[in-house]
């Protein structure tokens, strides 16, 4: 069993900046895949960002140039640097682990984020 945790949502107007963290917690089996998502009510979970146990990261369209990934395997956590926030960002942050080898995958409960115009 694998748990994660996401933290640092919160109300930031445009073009401010904030740092989500998942910290991962349980029987974490590497390799695995790391991902960033993010929800608003009526809509599917949106990809945002990929992290693969190389230092491999891929962004949306969506964030490209603005979010930034990064993953610390000795502390168990992985952050999303998000800069000039915009209203259209505000949603539900989501962290998603796989494993390569088990397949299985873990979400967390979400962190609202929530940008003002």
């Known amino acids: 069993q694998v748990q994660l945790v996401e933290s640092g949502g919160g109300l930031v107007q445009a073009g401010g900046s904030l740092r989500l963290s998942c910290a991962a917690s349980?029987?974490?089996?590497?390799?695995?895949?790391m991902n960033w998502y993010r929800q608003t009510p009526g809509n599917q979970r949106e990809l945002l960002a990929t992290?693969?146990?190389?230092?491999?990261?891929d962004y949306s369209d969506s964030v490209q140039g603005r979010f930034t990934v990064s993953r610390d395997d000795v502390k168990n956590m992985m952050f999303l640097q998000m800069n000039n926030l915009k209203p259209e960002d505000t949603a539900v942050y989501y962290c998603r682990m796989r494993g390569y080898i088990t397949g299985n995958e873990y979400w967390g409960p979400g962190t609202q984020v929530t940008v003002s115009s």
């Open positions: 349980g029987n974490i089996f590497r390799p695995n895949i």
């Open positions: 992290m693969t146990s190389g230092g491999v990261a």
